[in-house]
């Protein structure tokens, strides 16, 4: 009996360890503590954060049990200046804290623009976290960084389980409409602004 027992709870252990034990779900809000460093290609762009002392990002929002804390970016990314595209872009413990660490398995460039008076981009970026005690687990992030005129960068980043939904791209016709009625607004504004003085 007592032979049918200890192959029971073997069994039963076995099959328990089969099971994929998932980080649990939840996502992380994350600032930038140092200035990006942005180089702008042909076809792709690069970004990266300095290193600095106890961490250069922070994370300044969260849910499920994801920890509030300082992190660390590291590794240079590399995307393309095509919205839409997808590049390879594996980076192991490309984001990390608190014995979490996210790797990058590809990047999607969503918007990219670059002229002398401001700079935008939004990527996405699908990879594993890892955890002491769990599986790897999907995960994606989502860095937004801008800057105005001559001025460095600024930025931010979600860190989603399960992976967020990827922005929808814009339309180029899309952008083309939205300045159309930017025109027609600044249009509009400027004739309501003469005033007619008549002298009766």
């Known amino acids: 009996m007592f032979k049918y027992f200890v192959t029971a709870a073997i069994a039963v252990c076995a099959s328990t360890a089969a099971f994929a034990v998932q980080i649990p779900d939840g996502t992380a809000s994350i600032s930038f503590r140092r200035v990006p460093t942005v180089s702008i290609g042909a076809t792709t762009a690069t970004f990266s ?20 804390e300082l992190g660390n970016y590291v590794g240079t990314l590399t995307f393309s200046k095509a919205a839409g595209t997808v590049l390879a872009a594996p980076i192991d413990n490309f984001f990390s804290w608190e014995g979490y660490s996210f790797d990058v398995t ?35 992030m989502t860095i937004s960084a801008n800057r105005t005129g001559a001025s460095a960068y600024s930025g931010s980043a979600t860190l989603s389980i399960p992976p967020a939904e990827i922005p929808a791209v814009p339309e180029p016709a899309a952008w083309a ?7 027609g607004i600044g249009s509009a504004l400027r004739k309501n602004r003469r005033t007619t003085i008549s002298f009766g």
């Open 49 to 68: 954060l300095p290193a600095r002392s106890g961490g250069n990002a922070d994370i300044i929002g969260t849910t499920g049990s994801f920890p509030e």
């Open 106 to 140: 590809s990047a999607q460039t969503i918007f990219f623009n670059d002229t002398a008076s401001s700079g935008t981009f939004t990527l996405y970026l699908l990879g594993v976290l890892q955890l002491a005690g769990f599986d790897d687990t999907a995960a994606s």
């Open 177 to 183: 409409m939205m300045l159309v009625g930017f025109a």
